[in-house]
């Protein structure tokens, strides 16, 4: 095995917490629908699958160095958000969350001078610095805009959501 079985099994961890990541945005994204939010709902969902696709990055990564992939648990999501604002803020939340796991994960392959596991994680460090930028804007937007012209955020989502992440 080209990693240590402490670094597989903080790994394995990781793909619980991107699981429970994408379980949290496709609850969140239900939520959205439910308040007549579509476009919002449609953001949501397709955080959820690219959480989903972390989790399966990870899992690959295991399997290509020679360790094994376990499956956790999910936790339940939270079923309801008062305001639109609350959903955005609490997947700010969580992309602050995973990036201090990302970074956990980092620290420890850097101890371990695992370096394969270090090149690997440097996408994921990167990743989560668009991650954390684009919910954070998202939540200026929200906040700027108000409940009330959260239709206004949707047609600007919409038109971000149909330019290729290249072109932004």
């Keep these: 095995m080209m990693i240590s079985a402490k670094m597989a099994a903080s790994l394995n961890q990781q793909i619980a917490n991107e699981l429970n990541a994408s379980h949290n945005y496709l609850a ?3 939520c959205f629908e439910h308040m007549g939010l579509k476009v919002f709902a449609q953001r949501f969902a397709g955080q959820a699958d690219e959480e989903r696709g972390h989790a399966l990055r990870i899992a690959r990564f295991i399997q290509d160095v020679g ?3 376990t499956f956790v648990g999910v936790a339940q999501p939270r079923a309801s958000y008062p305001t639109a604002k609350a959903i955005v803020k609490a997947a ?3 992309e602050l969350t995973v990036t201090k796991q990302i ?3 980092m620290a420890q392959a850097e101890k371990e001078r695992d370096y394969a596991t270090r090149s690997f994680l440097k996408w994921f460090v990167d990743e ?3 991650e954390v930028s684009s919910m954070t804007e ?3 937007l929200v906040t700027t805009a ?3 012209n959260l239709f206004h955020v ?3 989502l919409m038109q971000a959501m149909s330019v290729p992440k290249s072109e932004v």
Excluded: C, F, I, T
Aim: glycine share 12%; proline share 0%; aromatic share 4%.
């Design 146 to 148: 108000g409940e009330e």
């Design 67 to 69: 360790g094994k992939v």
């Design 92 to 94: 700010v939340d969580s």
């Design 138 to 140: 998202l939540l200026q």
């Design 154 to 156: 949707e047609a600007r």
């Design 103 to 105: 970074n956990g994960l």
């Design 28 to 30: 969140m994204s239900y």
């Design 128 to 130: 989560q610095v668009e």
